[in-house]
């Protein structure tokens, strides 16, 4: 007689308890055994070797590994839904697509405000909004100089601070003010007979008309034959021009 052993095939799938040793037997038991002992899961009728492997962290088809065979991608957090995960994230290798709160990517550096990530516009915030590590790169910068007297000149002493934004009043693009305390005095301003640098040129009371003025102490209009005389821009009174 032929005797065949079987196993119990308790999921009735056609593949028998992977565990269980069998019995040789002369006929057929029938329903609930099979040839074979090659169910990894013999409760489970979704589980056996001839079955599609699915990503569901289970050996589906009995050979030893789970989730074999289909594609796996890394996915990073992203808290603040903008399709950037967080930078800090090392990720997890998933075969199903883990929804909302995820990305394919980790180039966030800032995974907390939904309007910092790799393709945001750069804003004048001292904030790498974009991502490329460096804060208000690619924004247009302009050296701003304090104007104390706000007459659009700034303090020739000052360095300046360059700017991304207009930092507005009590600030000029030029520091050419000498006298930021005055706002009569600029280089727009006119130069007037007083001594003093009003157009901040280097030279005080250039452009006027200077008359030499000699003394005249006994007011006959003759100057004094032995005073050499002074260069004036202003008419000092008791004087003479000779």
């Given at each position: 007689?032929?005797?065949?052993?079987?196993?119990?095939?308790?999921?009735?799938?056609?593949?028998?308890?992977?565990?269980?040793?069998?019995?040789?037997?002369?006929?057929?038991?029938?329903?609930?055994?099979?040839?074979?002992?090659?169910?990894?899961?013999?409760?489970?009728?979704?589980?056996?070797?001839?079955?599609?492997?699915?990503?569901n962290g289970i050996d589906d088809n009995c050979n030893g590994t789970a989730d074999d065979g289909l594609i796996f991608i890394t996915y990073y957090a992203d808290l603040d839904n903008d399709s950037f995960g967080d930078l800090s994230d090392i990720g997890n290798s998933l075969c199903n697509n883990p929804?909302?709160?995820f990305s394919t990517n980790n180039t966030d550096c800032n995974d907390g405000n939904i309007a910092i990530n790799p393709a945001a516009l750069e804003s004048c915030n001292g904030i790498d909004d974009n991502c490329n590590g460096t804060a208000d790169d690619g924004l247009v910068f302009i050296t701003y100089y304090?104007?104390?007297?706000?007459?659009?000149?700034?303090?020739?002493?000052?360095?300046?601070?360059?700017?991304?934004?207009?930092?507005?009043?009590?600030?000029?693009?030029?520091?050419?003010?000498?006298?930021?305390?005055?706002?009569?005095?600029?280089?727009?301003?006119?130069?007037?007979?007083?001594?003093?640098?009003?157009?901040?040129?280097?030279?005080?009371?250039?452009?006027?008309?200077f008359t030499t003025y000699y003394t005249d102490l006994d007011n006959d209009s003759y100057g004094d034959l032995s005073d050499i005389g002074n260069s004036l821009c202003n008419d000092p009174g008791l004087w003479l021009l000779n």
């Open positions: 007689m032929i005797f065949i052993t079987y196993y119990p095939d308790l999921d009735n799938d056609s593949f028998g308890d992977l565990f269980d040793i069998g019995s040789s037997l002369c006929n057929n038991p029938g329903f609930g055994f099979s040839t074979n002992n090659t169910d990894c899961n013999d409760g489970n009728i979704a589980i056996n070797p001839a079955a599609f492997e699915s990503c929804g909302a709160g304090a104007d104390l007297d706000n007459d659009s000149f700034g303090d020739f002493s000052d360095i300046g601070n360059s700017l991304c934004i207009n930092p507005g009043a009590g600030f000029s693009t030029n520091n050419t003010d000498c006298n930021d305390g005055n706002i009569a005095i600029n280089p727009a301003a006119l130069e007037s007979c007083n001594g003093i640098d009003d157009n901040c040129n280097g030279t005080a009371d250039d452009g006027l008309i």
